[in-house]
């Protein structure tokens, strides 16, 4: 079973943050996590992640740089800023937030 895009679809960001709060990463690298830990449940589609990473690295929550690859293609990797880093922490807040209040919505 895979879950709805539309369930996660406002959270993009965030989740995106949270795997570069760990490492620098790229797109392949933070898609095929996603895929990962949803269990195969999750996966973001190219056009939805690099218009995210364009949005973050506009408002200035990450930037990117070109790897050194000396085999294979040259990747273009994204590191998280320190206004990232904030942006991240109110995010997840938001997200903790509105899981309590949906929480409290179903369950009565």
């Not at 990117?64 to 880093?85: F, N, P, Q, V």
Request: hydrophobic share 30%; glycine share 8%.
């Amino acid at each position: 079973m895979s879950i709805t895009s539309d369930l996660i679809r406002g959270h993009t960001d965030t989740i995106i943050l949270a795997h570069l709060m760990k490492k620098d990463s790229y797109g392949y690298e933070v898609n095929k996590n996603i895929k990962v830990l949803s269990e195969g449940m999750y996966e973001l589609k190219e056009a939805t992640l690099y218009t995210a990473f364009k949005r973050l690295e506009d408002a200035g929550s990450i930037a990117s740089y070109w790897g050194d690859e000396t085999t294979g293609a040259r990747r273009k990797y994204y590191k998280i800023t320190e206004l990232g880093k904030e942006t991240y922490h109110k995010l997840y807040e938001e997200w903790n937030t509105a899981k309590h209040i949906i929480d409290k919505l179903i369950e009565g």
